[in-house]
């Protein structure tokens, strides 16, 4: 007699089997959810439940492309898309009304810049996002022209390569919401010491730093928010001559790190040096003082990268 497992088991299964919602998975993601709807009628609901709450668009200058755009949107929303998710790749100037074209709450949004320079980005999307992937070129400083400031409910934002970072971080209206910051390859401009003071305004429960030419000393780390339970750190490899470049944890005040912490992720950068090691031992004796457990992971292995979202998502945030 054939073993059956329960419907609800199945499903659940399913759910898991699905791709997470990361940027490099979001194309396999959709591709999965079209074949597990085709597999059992059991499993439709679920798997077309996952594929019309993600769409993805491309815009660029190009007036008939962007007509393009807004058709293919308007043609979602009347397919059952339920608007919480959208990919938006930008590679040319373009002034893109999304009222006009959608009137779905987006939860979550990729904004991508395809070409890095000569790129604009809509000023008026939805002010629904609560998670923003963002890789955008530069960043500009005024809330005329950053598309940051569209969002005062944002949750999550992970600032990716090759975004240039130059505003400070509480003067955005989602200074009082925002619980976990991805800084992943993006560069900070001005002070690092003053952006990571920063912080402290700021209620972050999950943070991850990684930037290539940076790292964080003893005053930096002092400054982590206290409301912080998950923190990942990927130490940058710095010029010589940079300050930024010279530990100073054998000298008092020692490091400590915030009490609320929970976990402690060291990714180890592919170069490693002297100070790498000196950092690490430091922080797993400051992460042991306060009960976090402490994690080293590589920053490649097997050909695959560290993931910031992946961490982000196993953490919880």
């Not at 054939?2 to 998975?25: H, K, N």
């Not at 320079?117 to 890789?135: D, E, G, Y």
């Not at 990927?234 to 100073?248: H, W």
């Not at 306060?290 to 292995?301: I, L, M, P, Q, S």
Request: glycine residues 4%; aromatic residues 8%; contains cysteine.
């Amino acid at each position: 007699m054939t073993v059956t497992i329960p419907v609800e088991l199945q499903q659940y299964i399913l759910e898991l089997a699905i791709p997470p919602l990361i940027q490099p998975s979001l194309n396999e993601r959709v591709r999965l959810c079209k074949t597990f709807s085709l597999v059992h009628r059991a499993w439709t609901p679920i798997a077309q439940r996952e594929l019309r709450e993600h769409c993805g668009i491309s815009l660029d200058g190009v007036l008939y492309h962007e007509q393009a755009a807004q058709r293919s949107l308007l043609a979602a929303t009347r397919g059952g898309w339920a608007g919480k998710r959208l990919e938006l790749r930008v590679s040319g100037i373009t002034a893109l009304n999304w009222r006009t074209v959608c009137a779905s709450p987006v939860e979550e949004l990729w904004l991508t810049c395809v070409v890095y320079r000569w790129v604009s980005v809509p000023h008026n999307l939805p002010q629904t996002v609560k998670k923003l992937h963002c890789a955008v070129f530069e960043l500009a400083t005024t809330s005329m022209t950053d598309p940051l400031y569209n969002f005062p409910a944002l949750e999550y934002l992970h600032l990716r390569r090759p975004t240039r970072h130059l505003d400070c971080l509480s003067m955005y209206p989602f200074a009082s919401t925002l619980t976990t910051l991805l800084i992943d390859g993006a560069e900070l401009g001005g002070s690092l010491l003053g952006t990571v003071r920063d912080w402290q305004d700021l209620p972050l429960r999950v943070l991850f730093f990684a930037t290539p030419n940076r790292v964080l000393n003893r005053q930096e780390l002092l400054a982590l928010p206290p409301t912080l339970q998950h923190f990942a750190y990927l130490p940058g490899t710095p010029a010589k001559d940079d300050p930024s470049a010279k530990y100073d944890f054998a000298t008092p005040p020692f490091l400590t790190l915030p009490k609320s912490l929970r976990s402690m992720t060291f990714v180890t950068p592919q170069r490693m040096s002297i100070d790498h090691d000196i950092a690490r031992s430091v922080l797993k004796v400051a992460a042991k003082n306060v009960g976090a457990r402490f994690t080293v992971v590589a920053e490649e292995k097997h050909g695959k990268r560290f993931s910031a979202e992946e961490w982000a998502i196993s953490v919880g945030a």
